[in-house]
T-cell receptor, first 112, second 112 residues
Framework: GAGVSQSPSNKVTEKGKDVELRCDPI?????LYWYRQSLGQGLEFLIY????????KSGLPSDRFSAERTGGSVSTLTIQRTQQEDSAVYLC??????????FGPGTRLTVL | GNSVTQMEGPVTLSEEAFLTINCTYT??????LFWYVQYPGEGLQLLLK???ADDKGSNKGFEATYRKETTSFHLEKGSVQVSDSAVYFC???????????WGAGTKLIIKP
């Protein structure tokens, strides 16, 4: 079956612009996760959704970051007023329950 | 807090050599343990997992055994191939949680 998909695969933006990253989880997966992978920080947890609710937003690095999930499916991660330190690969994962997480290919964000 | 420590890379081996990548963990409780692999330019793929002590996960010739007494989950393969060149991540997940706790990753380079 289809795996987790993310778009765009690459995004180059200028400092100060807003960006939206999209994640389509595996059909039927109720849980959805966003992580960030950067050279200096390794893999960092950002946010978790169970259905459309986000019980834990504590991993979001600043109030410039927000995320939503609609219809228990697609999720969008929005970064406002991007900064150079936001450059990273943003990974989305989904799972049936809070156990094995399956990852998408990621979105590589470059902020110039 | 919970944490994962894995051996630093890069690890460079010749084709058909025996591979071990060490992973140890600290956890208050009984986590599930995972190995993920990231091939160049790709996202994270689940390689194998174990959910309780003494379980052995295996896939594609790779194996890892959940050792509670040594809090370890070392990755092994009897005969590596050039195509195994990738970055390998060890991770843990607590039953009561949803956030994967990651090791720093180990880059594996296999030379023909």
């Amino acid at each position: 079956g289809a795996g987790v998909s993310q778009s765009p695969s690459n995004k180059v933006t200028e400092k100060g612009k807003d960006v939206e990253l999209r994640c389509d989880p595996i059909s039927g997966h109720t849980a959805l996760y966003w992580y960030r992978q950067s050279l200096g920080q390794g893999l960092e947890f950002l946010i978790y959704f169970q259905g459309n609710s986000a019980p834990d937003k504590s991993g979001l690095p600043s109030d410039r970051f927000s995320a939503e999930r609609t219809g228990g499916s697609v999720s969008t991660l929005t970064i406002q007023r991007t900064q150079q330190e936001d450059s990273a690969v943003y990974l989305c994962a989904s799972s049936v329950s809070s156990n094995t997480q399956y990852f998408g290919p990621g979105t590589r964000l470059t902020v110039l | 807090g919970n944490s994962v420590t894995q051996m630093e890379g890069p690890v460079t081996l010749s084709e058909e050599a025996f591979l071990t990548i060490n992973c140890t963990y600290t956890a208050t409780g009984y986590p599930s343990l995972f190995w993920y692999v990231q091939y160049p330019g790709e996202g994270l793929q689940l390689l194998l997992k174990a959910t309780k002590a003494d379980d052995k996960g295996s896939n594609k010739g790779f194996e890892a055994t959940y050792r509670k007494e040594t809090t370890s989950f070392h990755l092994e393969k009897g005969s590596v191939q050039v195509s195994d060149s990738a970055v390998y991540f060890c991770a843990l997940l607590m039953d009561s949680n949803y956030q994967l706790i990651w090791g720093a990753g180990t880059k594996l380079i296999i030379k023909p």
